[in-house]
């Protein structure tokens, strides 16, 4: 997320922002927030602030309000989840810099969506959803039907035949695509239906 708020910027200098549930030590959040904060070392004139969002959207719209109070030379808010980015299109907008203030956001529920269509949120990141489940099935039956020999008995010998971690990929959802999103990937439920 940092690298592409660093294309985005293309070449502006000031603050950016970078909002994510801080204080409840969440590894995956913490390991974003170090990945954002080394991407955007690389881009000179950046300097980042963290703003600890508590993982809500009412929190998320107050802490980032206070801090683009508190540093007038913000150019770029990086909501690191869904709630995040939500308040922090409510920030930017109750403070009047709609259109002044990039903001990127991760995942592809219904509101990150309508804010990519109506502009407030430049970008989002979602993970490849289809992938991950497609794979953890594909690895399931493998194993159920004994598909999975590394060696004749690799349960027996200790040894995982799986790899510990898989990337599925990552989505970027932009005003280009993100009808596309809302067509393929929510659904509303509705009595009688």
């Known amino acids: ?30 390991e974003n927030l170090r990945g954002a904060k080394e991407a955007l070392a690389n881009y000179t004139g950046v300097k980042v602030v963290e703003v600890d969002d508590t993982a809500d959207a009412n ?5 980032i309000g206070a801090a683009l109070q508190a540093n007038a030379d913000v ?10 980015a939500v308040g922090a299109c ?23 969506l309508e804010l990519i269509e109506n502009g407030e949120l430049a970008a989002s990141y979602a993970q490849n959803s289809y992938v991950e489940g497609f794979i953890a099935l594909q690895w399931l039956h493998d194993y159920v ?10 349960i027996g010998g200790g040894i995982n035949p799986l790899p510990k971690t898989v990337d ?18 929510i659904w509303e439920v509705t009595a009688g239906k």
């Open 75 to 84: 150019v770029g808010i990086i909501g690191q989840q869904a709630y995040t």
């Open 1 to 30: 997320m940092g690298e592409q708020m660093g294309k985005l910027l293309a070449g502006k200098t000031g603050t950016v922002l970078i909002s994510t549930a801080i204080s409840a030590g969440q590894p995956s959040a913490l």
């Open 168 to 185: 599925s990929g990552s989505i970027v959802i932009t005003k280009d695509n993100a009808a596309q999103f809302k067509e393929k990937y």
């Open 59 to 63: 929190v998320a719209a107050t802490n």
């Open 90 to 112: 409510t920030a930017v907008r109750e403070a009047g810099l709609t259109g002044k203030v990039i903001v990127i956001g991760r995942d592809r529920d219904t509101a990150t």
């Open 145 to 154: 039907n004994g598909d999975l020999k590394v060696i004749g008995d690799y």
